[in-house]
């Protein structure tokens, strides 16, 4: 905190936070307002003695209702919490156990290993998705939710690999020998012992890797074709845009409402989720 | 019953050899404590006695029993660590209770023998908190009560009370050595402090660079070093030391440096004379040094000028300084002494002790 005068305070601390608020959370009111904004109301235009761009004086469902009804919405939203939690549960497994080893045991390469995985999570996936293409094709699981599944991975992994490896090493190795000493096998202790202290940062790779899921475009676009199998993002977006029509209050209802359970998953686990991202544990 | 014996021990790591055959018995029910500077092998060995470092070569065996291929839960044995390693996400009774639940005891049994030691250490009351909820010294109590439920063949310690402050560091050596008279537990300890080492140990394992430099009681090591090392580690304030050259005149041999000038003992003429015409080191503790009296032979004695007085109390620590020579005496605290003074002090001849000046060995 700065210390001194009231008005430094304002100028130096409440004002800049102030601004950084209003610019993060401006976009999330704007797609609210629009959501419950009638289309005449919206298409009006900036000189109509009645324009008003921020507020609305005849709110509407009609929008979220023509989204739910016109379109495949609700199939969008199971599947791309499906194919999230899939991808994530399927990542935190590999990521745990190659952070575990990666941070834990002593073999030849590991520096180099951990290094290695690290690169590959910098590969884009703008330049990945056309030899994975290849590969789906090969294996015939284009168009099914299994291409994704199988996919997002191949950037998650190496994503909470690097993550969890940085966290067991904030893990005094102490508290496994010790376990072990007690009569634990290595996988006791890692049961038993790492992974309750580790919670924090599984949950932080978890919400990242469930996030980064969600929010995935480009590999959903171009594996998934048919309607009915496409994610959030990608269905709002190739559905509710035709040509150069944009239909932006079913759109704006659909950004707002996939964006929930991510704003739930963050709010649930916010305090672990903090905790992973500072904290360290003591013996 | 435990025995531990170490036979031929070593420890390589790809650019460093750190422990160097050891060879070190260790008899049932003793306390042993393995003390050197950081980087000696002390921790090193004990950890291989615990199975967590893997054994480059040579034997450990408990009880006839060869264990370097038994992993650390199989050889019975509990360890304390310097930062506790209590889990933190459990309680102090399931801290206790973890090693008792691995091994499949019974319930009504691990709370009988949770309680037991719980009682030994006095922290009944702490049971239910976390160990981030306790004090140092708790969480030392609780890292000993861990180890002791398990009623273990060896205890081995890793520096258990570095990290506590000097004043619970004395109280719970004091502890640890009623624990251990109570116990009866063959224990292995590691420490750098000397102090610890020679008021807990029934014997005291001394280590520099990997190789064990001398085995014995503490008063063993303490009057009969067997090298210089030995000799200015053990004791505090350390042993002085000044190299001198050994010359002999009419049948007597003289230690002369500049400054100092000392017959030696009549004792030690044998073995010392044929170091005659050449260097050697004098060792003398501090309280082999004392304000010379007029009864004191002139050649025990020597001037030296007063550079600091540090009075503790019970004595006065006494530096002095004697041509170039920095030396220490331990004086009565009734001494009266200014800065720059002149002293006399006389060595107690009986205490004098000689090195090699290339091996450092005893003479």
């Known amino acids: 905190m700065i210390e001194g005068a009231r008005w430094k305070k304002w100028l130096w601390f409440y004002l800049p936070m102030g601004m950084f608020i209003l610019g993060l959370l401006f976009p999330f009111y704007w797609m609210a307002v629009t959501t419950v904004r009638p289309d005449r109301e919206l298409y009006r235009p900036w000189n109509h003695p009645l324009y008003s761009p921020f507020w609305t004086s005849n709110p509407t469902l009609d929008h979220i209702k023509n989204l739910l009804q016109e379109t ?3 199939r969008w939203m199971w599947n791309t919490m499906l194919i999230a939690l899939a991808a994530t549960l399927i990542s935190l497994l590999c990521g745990v156990l190659a952070g575990y080893a990666l941070a834990r045991l002593r073999f030849r390469w590991a520096g180099l290993l951990g290094t290695a995985i690290f690169v590959t999570y910098l590969v884009p996936q703008t330049l990945l998705f056309i030899p994975l293409a290849d590969i789906i094709r090969d294996y015939s699981i284009g168009d099914t939710p299994w291409a994704l599944i199988l996919t997002y991975p191949t950037f998650l992994i190496p994503f909470c690999t690097w993550l969890m490896m940085g966290y067991f090493k904030t893990i005094p190795k102490e508290l496994e020998e010790c376990a072990r000493i007690d009569g634990a096998t290595r996988w006791q202790a890692m049961l038993y012992i790492i992974l309750p202290i ?26 998934l074709s048919s309607p009915e199998q496409k994610t ?31 704003a739930i998953v963050y709010s649930f686990f916010v305090e672990h989720y903090v905790a992973g991202m500072t904290g360290s544990v003591k013996g | 019953m435990a025995r531990v014996l170490l036979k031929n021990l070593n420890k390589k790591y ?19 404590v393995l003390v050197g500077p950081s980087g000696c092998g002390k921790t090193t060995t004990l950890r291989m006695v615990a199975g967590l470092e893997e054994i480059s070569s040579g034997e450990i065996q408990i009880d006839e ?25 459990m309680s102090v009774y399931d801290n206790m209770a973890f090693g008792l639940r691995m091994r499949k005891f019974e319930t009504e049994e691990i709370e009988r023998r949770v309680n037991q030691a719980a009682e030994i250490l006095g922290i009944q009351g702490l049971l239910a908190r976390r160990p981030r909820q306790l004090s140092g010294g708790q969480r030392q109590r ?15 310690f890793d520096e258990p009370l570095s990290n506590l402050d000097a004043a619970l560091r004395v109280q719970m050596r004091v502890e640890l050595k009623r624990l251990h008279e109570r116990l009866e537990t063959t224990a292995i300890y590691v420490t750098h402090d000397q102090v610890e080492a020679m008021t807990l140990g029934d014997r005291v394992v001394v280590m520099k660079d990997g190789v064990v430099q001398q085995v014995g009681e503490p008063l063993e090591l303490y009057g009969r070093p067997l090298n210089r090392f030995v000799a200015g580690f053990i004791g505090s304030p350390a042993m002085n030391f000044a190299e001198v050259a050994i010359a002999e005149a009419n049948g007597v041999l003289w230690a002369d440096a500049r400054g100092l000038r000392v017959k030696v003992p009549p004792a030690r003429i044998e073995t010392l004379r044929r170091y005659a015409g050449s260097r050697v080191i004098l060792g003398v503790r501090p309280e082999a040094l004392r304000m010379a009296s007029a009864a004191d032979p002139a050649e025990y004695a020597f001037d030296s000028t007063a550079e600091v007085v540090e009075p503790l109390g019970s004595e006065i620590l006494l530096n002095v300084r004697a041509g170039p020579h920095a030396l220490v005496a331990r004086v009565d605290p ?16 009986e205490r004098l002790h000689f090195f090699d000046t290339a091996s450092g060995a005893a003479i």
Not at chain 1, 246 to 254: H, N, S, T
């Open chain 1, 198 to 223: 580790a919670l924090p940062g599984i949950l932080s790779a978890g919400i990242f890797a469930f996030t980064l899921s969600w929010n995935e475009f480009i590999y959903a676009l171009v594996f």
């Open chain 2, 142 to 156: 609780v890292a000993l009560g861990r180890a002791i439920v398990r009623n273990p063949r060896v205890f081995l």
């Open chain 2, 334 to 349: 009734s001494t009266r002494l200014k800065v720059h003074e002149t002293v006399r002090l006389a060595f107690d001849p």
């Open chain 1, 232 to 262: 959030v993002p990608v269905g709002v977006v190739s559905e509710l845009i035709r040509g150069d029509v944009f239909f932006w209050g079913p759109l704006m209802a659909g950004a707002l409402i996939g964006s929930v359970p991510v």
């Open chain 2, 14 to 32: 790809d650019d460093v050899h750190a422990v160097k055959d050891v060879n070190l018995e260790i008899r049932d029910r003793e306390f042993v």
């Open chain 1, 72 to 74: 495949l919405f609700d």
């Open chain 2, 65 to 89: 029993q060869r264990i370097n291929e038994l992993a650390p839960m199989d050889r019975d044995i509990a360890m304390v660590f310097q930062n506790y390693a209590l889990y933190p996400h």
